[in-house]
């Protein structure tokens, strides 16, 4: 994919940029990434006038890879909104065998273990969590409980394989789990990036409409592909809203 390559290439201005700079989209994404492309034809037919006023050449080029940036950058954060959804689905799924799993092997394993007291207190340690980590934690620990102490699981007739299950649910689930909500306590570096990437687009958009808006300034039509059409029509479309009402 062309715009990917120009991504890789333009990762490292990107990723300099600092978190403080990063300034928002008020339109559509995929908006801004359409008006750039629309922009980069206006500015090839009005070349020569904008290079007339001093605009740096480079800023033709310049503004093409940053909207091929932008475009692969925000398909690359939909891909991973798309996979994070795809396991939060599959923890919503899956999660309530878990919990019924982690509650059959407390019930039974306190059981097993009530005459020894220090059991008894890493079955009450293991109860204190209440978050989807510590259940997963908690199934983690009572496996372990269980393969150490097979003497009093045995007693009770308990099934040993639940253990070797809740291994294998543990390595499954803590997986899906990170994948769900990881994003909670630390930031998109996908976001991250695709955000950066607009905010030097923008800054290049800003400055050629500014030489396109003065060069063409005695051209109200002309003037017009030097403005974002998108804000033009929504604020046409709020002053009729306002008419509207007073009427």
Known sequence: MKENEVLQEMLPEIEQLSKEAIKPCNIPLSVAVQEAGNLHERVGLDLTKLLELGM????????????????????????????????????????????????????????AFRKDERLMEQIADIEEGNSHADAIEDLARLAVLGTQNPEQVQAINYDATKFGTANTMVSEMSG???????????????????????????????????????????????????????????????RQSQKVQKA
């Open 176 to 238: 899906v789990l990170s994948a769900a909500n990881g994003y909670l306590y630390r930031d998109d570096e996908h976001k991250l990036i695709r955000d950066k990437a607009y905010t030097l687009l923008k800054e290049v958009v800003d400055e050629i409409r500014d030489y396109g808006q003065f060069a063409f300034r005695k051209d109200a039509e002309h003037v017009k592909g030097y403005s974002s059409k998108y804000l033009r029509d929504r604020s046409k479309a709020y």
């Open 56 to 111: 740096p050449p480079e800023l033709q080029e310049r503004l093409a890879k940053l909207r091929a940036a932008v475009f692969a950058a925000e398909v690359n954060w939909q891909e991973h909104q798309s996979e994070r959804k795809k396991a939060q689905e599959l923890w919503k799924e899956k999660a309530p065998a878990l919990y019924a799993l982690r509650k059959d092997m407390v019930e039974h394993l306190a059981f």
